[in-house]
């Protein structure tokens, strides 16, 4: 199956064709006629499987209807939890979007609020925003919702869990009734589902699991260390591994500056990207990380679903996430459209807890391996499969 079996026109499926997509995922298979004919969405697939291409696609072939957006007003609007996120989706709609004339906007905090009023104030097509901003916006009349036509609440298990919920229903109460609501998450949780049943009537629900088929090409592995040998094993393994580029997942902002500097001594260039740094700093950073110019990126788990870097092969979660959902949106960072990709995860025994509703979640124990000079002193035990948490992640 190709694109232009989907529906799509010619401008579209010759602007994914130079880009080099050749035949659509599972979830774009599915999602993309439902979208086009109109209907209401709930989809759930894992990450890196290409759900934003699923909304986009379809909303760039119904908002193509020759009709000329108004000053302040917006045809569509995608709602997205980080700022990365929303520069990452805004910059899709602009490659997919290269044979139209259709306009877009990423709009986020962090940054001077002053040169996205300007740029509203012609209208725009799509907005790609966050809910707080967004928010900000409303209340000082910058744009209006009254000729909107289509929602999307993208990554909605994600904004639930930043605590987006009231500004999301606050959003939605200021939208006329009658559009297109689509909700794309990777995951389905009741709260997502109480989301869905107050945002929609009726809509059609779409949902890939992970099988041989559709499940990224991901190596998983771990390395049992004791806390205090972290840094000393994760510089080992760059320098003898000879790993010229890698995403590395930390808790903390603390923690990340700490991890940088332990790099910098052993001459691993990193840097950090988190919450605490300004948005400037930040898209720097991982330009220059995606251009090569930095060797490693320490990031926070905030950072999870912002980053998207097609020929990123590898990641290493220096700490386990809380929440299982949590390590699969980590690894689903590599292993992208096809591409193999590799995980690596530092395990030290004050993370067995987490290890253990990780295992249990993938259904098998992750390959151990050890490496000389690092002895473990306290030993990190042999996972419980069917091991269930309190709290579920």
């Given at each position: 199956m190709s694109f232009s079996t989907l529906g799509l026109p010619a401008s579209i499926v010759k602007a994914v064709d130079e880009l080099g997509y050749r035949t659509p995922t599972t979830i774009q298979k599915k999602a993309i006629p439902a979208v086009l004919s109109g209907k209401n969405v709930v989809a759930a697939a894992h990450t890196g499987t290409g759900k934003t291409a699923s909304?986009?696609?379809?909303?760039l072939t119904l908002l193509d209807n020759g009709k000329v957006v108004r000053g302040k007003r917006i045809r569509a609007l995608i709602l997205t939890p980080t700022r990365e996120l929303a520069v990452q989706i805004e910059a899709s709609i602009q490659q997919y979007a290269k044979h139209l004339s259709l306009t877009s906007m990423a709009m986020y905090g962090g940054v001077a609020i002053e040169a996205q009023k300007q740029q509203l104030i012609w209208g725009v097509d799509i907005l790609v925003a966050t809910p707080?901003?967004?928010?900000d916006m409303a209340h000082q009349r910058a744009f209006h919702f009254d000729e909107l036509k289509m929602l999307v609440l993208d990554e909605a298990d994600r904004m639930l869990d930043m605590g987006f919920i009231d500004d999301i229903n606050n959003i939605i109460e200021r939208l006329p009734t009658q559009r297109q609501n689509l909700l794309f998450s990777a995951t389905i949780s009741d709260d997502v589902r109480r989301l869905a049943k107050r945002s929609m009537e009726n809509p059609t629900e779409i949902t890939i699991k992970e099988n041989s088929k559709t499940s990224p090409n991901i190596e998983q592995w771990l390395v049992t260390v004791d806390k205090d040998k972290k840094s000393a094993l994760l510089s080992h393994l760059i320098q003898t591994n000879q790993w010229h580029q890698a995403l590395i997942f930390i808790e903390t902002k603390h923690g990340a500056a700490k991890l940088v500097s332990q790099l910098a001594k052993r001459d691993i260039k990193a840097e950090s990207i988190h919450s605490g740094r300004t948005q400037a700093i930040r898209e720097q950073i991982l330009a220059d990380f995606k251009a090569?110019?930095?060797q490693m990126l320490v990031a926070t788990g905030i950072a999870a679903r912002g980053i998207d870097i097609g020929n990123l092969t590898r990641v290493i979660n220096y700490d386990l996430p809380a929440h299982t959902d949590e390590y699969i949106h980590r690894i689903g960072r590599t292993g992208r459209a096809g591409a193999n990709g590799e995980a690596i995860s530092l395990v030290s025994k004050d993370n067995f807890r987490e290890l253990c509703a990780i295992e249990s979640r993938l259904g098998h124990i992750i390959e151990r391996k050890e490496f000389d000079?690092?002895?473990v002193?306290?030993?990190?035990?042999?996972s419980i499969l069917n091991y269930v948490p309190k709290h579920k992640g």
């Amino acid at each position: 199956m190709s694109f232009s079996t989907l529906g799509l026109p010619a401008s579209i499926v010759k602007a994914v064709d130079e880009l080099g997509y050749r035949t659509p995922t599972t979830i774009q298979k599915k999602a993309i006629p439902a979208v086009l004919s109109g209907k209401n969405v709930v989809a759930a697939a894992h990450t890196g499987t290409g759900k934003t291409a699923s909304f986009v696609l379809p909303m760039l072939t119904l908002l193509d209807n020759g009709k000329v957006v108004r000053g302040k007003r917006i045809r569509a609007l995608i709602l997205t939890p980080t700022r990365e996120l929303a520069v990452q989706i805004e910059a899709s709609i602009q490659q997919y979007a290269k044979h139209l004339s259709l306009t877009s906007m990423a709009m986020y905090g962090g940054v001077a609020i002053e040169a996205q009023k300007q740029q509203l104030i012609w209208g725009v097509d799509i907005l790609v925003a966050t809910p707080g901003r967004l928010l900000d916006m409303a209340h000082q009349r910058a744009f209006h919702f009254d000729e909107l036509k289509m929602l999307v609440l993208d990554e909605a298990d994600r904004m639930l869990d930043m605590g987006f919920i009231d500004d999301i229903n606050n959003i939605i109460e200021r939208l006329p009734t009658q559009r297109q609501n689509l909700l794309f998450s990777a995951t389905i949780s009741d709260d997502v589902r109480r989301l869905a049943k107050r945002s929609m009537e009726n809509p059609t629900e779409i949902t890939i699991k992970e099988n041989s088929k559709t499940s990224p090409n991901i190596e998983q592995w771990l390395v049992t260390v004791d806390k205090d040998k972290k840094s000393a094993l994760l510089s080992h393994l760059i320098q003898t591994n000879q790993w010229h580029q890698a995403l590395i997942f930390i808790e903390t902002k603390h923690g990340a500056a700490k991890l940088v500097s332990q790099l910098a001594k052993r001459d691993i260039k990193a840097e950090s990207i988190h919450s605490g740094r300004t948005q400037a700093i930040r898209e720097q950073i991982l330009a220059d990380f995606k251009a090569g110019k930095i060797q490693m990126l320490v990031a926070t788990g905030i950072a999870a679903r912002g980053i998207d870097i097609g020929n990123l092969t590898r990641v290493i979660n220096y700490d386990l996430p809380a929440h299982t959902d949590e390590y699969i949106h980590r690894i689903g960072r590599t292993g992208r459209a096809g591409a193999n990709g590799e995980a690596i995860s530092l395990v030290s025994k004050d993370n067995f807890r987490e290890l253990c509703a990780i295992e249990s979640r993938l259904g098998h124990i992750i390959e151990r391996k050890e490496f000389d000079g690092f002895p473990v002193k306290k030993v990190v035990p042999v996972s419980i499969l069917n091991y269930v948490p309190k709290h579920k992640g």
